[in-house]
């Protein structure tokens, strides 16, 4: 098992119940949890694998917790790191920035040397506009804990079986 670490951001709870959930399936005891901080942003580089959660917040912009550390983020040498991105949203509320924050964090990562990995289809949900697509895909794993939080276990099942060949 590859060194992990569930990195999360959330400001009412929705993305770090998603965190727990991915935490579980993986296996608690194979990965270390944590909500984000600058002391988290400086060990993510001693981890192989780094799962960052994201929702999006105003309209398309990081939340707190992630806002306060980009700096530091963007200090950090991740070449040959390996990056998964899951992103909470409300497709219907804000479908012109649907997980945006995700598509943010993704350009980030990969600008340190990250390779993204754990895309995910974009049919399923209702929006008109996401930073977080790209080649027809979400960068990420999209949830959407007000209007599908009965897809979300179903979905974090399917996504952690995608990325388990890159925790081993
Ligand atoms: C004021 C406000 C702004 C929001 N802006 C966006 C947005 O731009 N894009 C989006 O996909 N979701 C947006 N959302 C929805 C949240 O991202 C969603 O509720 C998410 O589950 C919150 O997760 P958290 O509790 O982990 O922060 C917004 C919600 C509120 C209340």
């Known amino acids: 098992m590859k060194k992990t670490a569930v990195v999360w951001a959330s400001q009412t709870g929705n993305t770090s119940n998603a965190a727990e959930l991915i935490a579980g399936e993986i296996g608690k005891d194979q990965l270390d949890l944590f909500e984000v901080s600058r002391e988290v942003v400086s060990l993510l580089p001693e981890y192989d694998v780094v799962i960052a ?48 924050a995700m598509g943010i964090l993704y350009d980030r990562f990969v600008a340190r040397g990250a390779t993204v990995v754990g895309a995910w289809p974009n049919d399923a949900y209702e929006f008109s506009s996401s930073k977080a697509l790209r080649d027809g895909k979400f960068v990420g794993l999209a949830l959407d804990a007000d209007n599908q939080e009965h897809l979300t276990k179903e979905r974090i099942r399917r996504w952690v079986c995608s990325i388990r060949p890159y925790l081993s």
């Open 53 to 100: 959660g994201t929702s999006t917040w105003g309209m398309g912009e990081l939340p707190h917790g992630w806002r306060e550390v980009v700096s530091a983020l963007d200090q950090l040498d991740l070449t040959g790191k390996t990056v998964a991105l899951f992103g909470l949203g409300d497709q219907l509320a804000y479908g012109a920035w649907y997980v945006d």
